[in-house]
């Protein structure tokens, strides 16, 4: 496998993006449709959404893809960003491709001022918790959702 290159999403991307969504969606057993990817596409070429993209490519082929927005941080009084989602294709985990784009986003906090880069992952995520342990700070702070 060659050389892992990240870089923001673009319109050419598409149909390699929408392989890699899907197989995100699945990892996570989450109905997802191609309407919905439709939608979280058109946010990430549309500059005024705050949902940007970038993509792992290796050889040409797209191989991984990472979403992220800032959000306010009011306690510290500051900016961080946040990680939605991130996915590297079965097939070429153990590339470097997660770490990449891992290191890419935060090379985007640090250049916009953020205090932090976040996310969160399934406890049962055991391979992509091996890295996260590695370039991360695990946080005491558990999470809750309220169904709106």
Do not use: C
Not at 26 to 42: I, K, L, N, P
Not at 71 to 93: H, T
């Amino acid at each position: 496998m060659g050389q892992v290159t990240v870089r923001p999403v673009a319109a050419g991307d598409r149909e390699g993006w929408d392989r890699l969504y899907a197989g995100y969606a699945e990892f996570y057993r989450v109905e997802q449709t191609g309407a919905m990817r439709d939608r979280v596409w058109s946010w990430l070429h549309d500059p005024g959404h705050e949902t940007e993209g970038l993509v792992a490519e290796v050889d040409g082929r797209l191989v991984g893809l990472a979403h992220f927005r800032a959000f306010a941080r009011p306690l510290s009084a500051s900016v961080g960003g946040f990680l939605d989602d991130l996915f590297v294709d079965p097939g070429a985990r153990g590339s470097g491709a997660a770490a990449a784009l891992i290191r890419a986003v935060a090379d985007q906090g640090r250049a916009r001022g953020w205090t932090a880069i976040r996310w969160i992952t399934a406890e049962d995520n055991y391979r992509a918790r091996g890295l996260y342990d590695r370039v991360a700070e695990k946080t005491r702070w558990t999470t809750y959702d309220l169904r709106l």
